[in-house]
């Protein structure tokens, strides 16, 4: 019973973590930052809800997180310099990235077709755009970081900490912005149902005191 009690309990604290979540994001980010991409891979996140100007995204390098067919979102690195001190991924569900992405990976019965294919269209792989986005919340970055390690060519990984390259990492999702309503959603769903909880054990608890 007692278990049952705890489950319960956790069922209703999950939403109104998530409410608190969303709502500190949205009161942190009443308007988004707008940076440049050069900014962004230099100082890092000045806050979760971004505008990107001059982003350069390299199609050459995105990676389908997932791994199922059809692509529907991808992973896309930010074309940065040697030196920068992060490294920028996009996550975008753009329809016109993905096809052309999913066309250059399964559309093609030779190399010799991919390649010219390729040189046909290189600057569609390197395409310049402002993105608005927002950074990965808490619950997706992490695990997504470490899937990203895992498929980084090996010469990316050579020598280097794979807790240092993480900690490097910036993960934005694009067209992503705060949601007050979901927070809202969230928070009062977890109180209503913390609050109808305790009233039932409150009157399970006067009930059994009354039959004894």
């Not at 792989?125 to 899937?147: E, G, L, Y």
């Amino acid at each position: 019973m007692k278990r049952f009690r705890f489950t319960l309990l956790a069922i209703f604290l999950l939403p109104l973590c998530l409410g608190i979540i969303d709502l500190r994001v949205v009161l942190d980010n009443p308007e988004p930052k707008t940076l440049s991409a050069a900014e962004l891979m230099l100082n890092g996140l000045p806050q979760e809800w971004v505008i990107i100007e001059g982003a350069t995204l390299d199609l050459t390098q995105a990676i389908n997180l997932s791994g199922e067919l059809p692509i529907e979102v991808l992973s896309v690195p930010l074309v940065g310099p040697e030196d920068a001190n992060y490294k920028v991924w996009i996550e975008t569900r753009n329809p016109q990235l993905v096809k052309l992405v999913s066309h250059y990976e399964t559309g093609f019965d030779t190399i010799f077709a991919k390649e010219a294919f390729f040189e046909e269209n290189r600057t569609r792989f390197f395409p310049q755009r402002t993105i608005r986005a927002m950074a990965a919340d808490w619950i997706s970055a992490n695990p997504n970081k470490q899937n990203l390690l895992k498929l980084l060519p090996a010469e990316e990984l050579a020598n280097k900490d794979p807790e240092v390259l993480k900690s490097t990492m910036i993960l934005v999702s694009e067209g992503k912005e705060p949601s007050p309503v979901r927070g809202s959603f969230y928070l009062v769903s977890g109180l209503l149902g913390l609050v109808l909880v305790i009233r039932r054990w409150r009157k399970n608890a006067q009930q059994g005191k009354s039959i004894e």
